[in-house]
C-alpha cells in the first residue's frame, strides 16, 4: 500500500499569510494527488485534483502542485474562511485508496 | 445539484449489523462509480469500499473485507453498506462520496472524491 505523508501536522499563520503544506508518497504517483478541505462538523470536500487541478468554485487563492513523491498544496493568501483540516489522497495505484493524516490551519 | 444523504447510522452494540443507505439525486446515478467511507472521531479519513458502475468491479480495504458488503440499486438511485460483526473500532462518520470518472468521464474510475454526503454517525458500544 502506498503511505501519504503530510506536514505539519497543524500550523497557525496570520490572515494574509501565504500558507504551504507538504505531502509526500511512499512511492512514486505520478500526479494521481488529490486534496481536501474539512471544515470543522463538516464533510471534506475537493480542492484539487491530480496535483494541480482546481475544482469548480474554488478559489484561485488555493493551488497545488508536484509530481512523482512530493506535493504541496499552497494557499496564497489566508483567509479567515480557510481554518480547516487539509488532507491529501492518492488515487496512483488502487485500491487501498489513502490518506494523508492531515494538516490542521489555524489563525494566528 | 449533486446531493448525496446517507442515512441508517445509529448506536449498536459489539458484534451488531447495521446498514447504511446513501441516497443520490442531481446527477445520473446509474453513470458513477461511488465509495464509502468514514472517519472515526478526532481522525482522519478513510476509504472503505468502492463499487464500479453495473457492479463492474466491488473493491474493500482490509479492514473491512469480509465483514462489510456494499451494493447499490440504480434504479433507486441508492448505494448501500451493510456491516456486520461490528466493534468499537468501526465507531465513526460514515461517508458516501462520487467519483468523477477519469477526465470527467462517467463509468470511468478517478479515485477521488467530487461529491461527498454529509455523513451518517455510527457508535458501535455495549
Known amino acids: 500500500d502506498i503511505q501519504m505523508t503530510q506536514s505539519p501536522s497543524s500550523l497557525s499563520a496570520s490572515v494574509g499569510d501565504r500558507v504551504t503544506i507538504t505531502c509526500r508518497a511512499s512511492?512514486?504517483?505520478?500526479?494521481?494527488l488529490n486534496w481536501y478541505q474539512q471544515k470543522p462538523g463538516k464533510a471534506p470536500q475537493l480542492l484539487i485534483y491530480?496535483?494541480?487541478n482546481l475544482q469548480t468554485g474554488v478559489p484561485s487563492r488555493f493551488s497545488g502542485s508536484g509530481s512523482g513523491t512530493d506535493f504541496t498544496l499552497t494557499i496564497t493568501s489566508l483567509q479567515p474562511e480557510d481554518v480547516a483540516t487539509y488532507f491529501c489522497q492518492q488515487s496512483s495505484i488502487t485500491p487501498p485508496l489513502t490518506f494523508g493524516g492531515g494538516t490542521k490551519v489555524a489563525i494566528k | 445539484e449533486v446531493q448525496l444523504v446517507e442515512s441508517g447510522g445509529g448506536l449498536v452494540k459489539p458484534g451488531g449489523s447495521l446498514r447504511l443507505s446513501c441516497a443520490a439525486s442531481?446527477?445520473?446515478?446509474?453513470?458513477?462509480?461511488m465509495h464509502w467511507l468514514r472517519q472515526a472521531p478526532g481522525k482522519g479519513l478513510e476509504w472503505l469500499s468502492s463499487i464500479g458502475i453495473s457492479n463492474t468491479y466491488i473493491y474493500y480495504a482490509d479492514s473491512v473485507k469480509g465483514r462489510f458488503t456494499v451494493s447499490r440499486d440504480d434504479a433507486k438511485n441508492s448505494l448501500y453498506l451493510q456491516m456486520n460483526s461490528l466493534s468499537a473500532e468501526d465507531t465513526a462518520v460514515y461517508y458516501c462520496a462520487r467519483d468523477p470518472g477519469f477526465r470527467g468521464m462517467p463509468g470511468t474510475r478517478a479515485d477521488y472524491f467530487d461529491n461527498w454526503g454529509q455523513g451518517t454517525p455510527v457508535t458501535v458500544s455495549s
Open positions: 512511492q512514486s504517483i505520478d500526479t494521481f
Open positions: 442531481g446527477f445520473r446515478f446509474s453513470d458513477f462509480n
Open positions: 491530480t496535483a494541480s
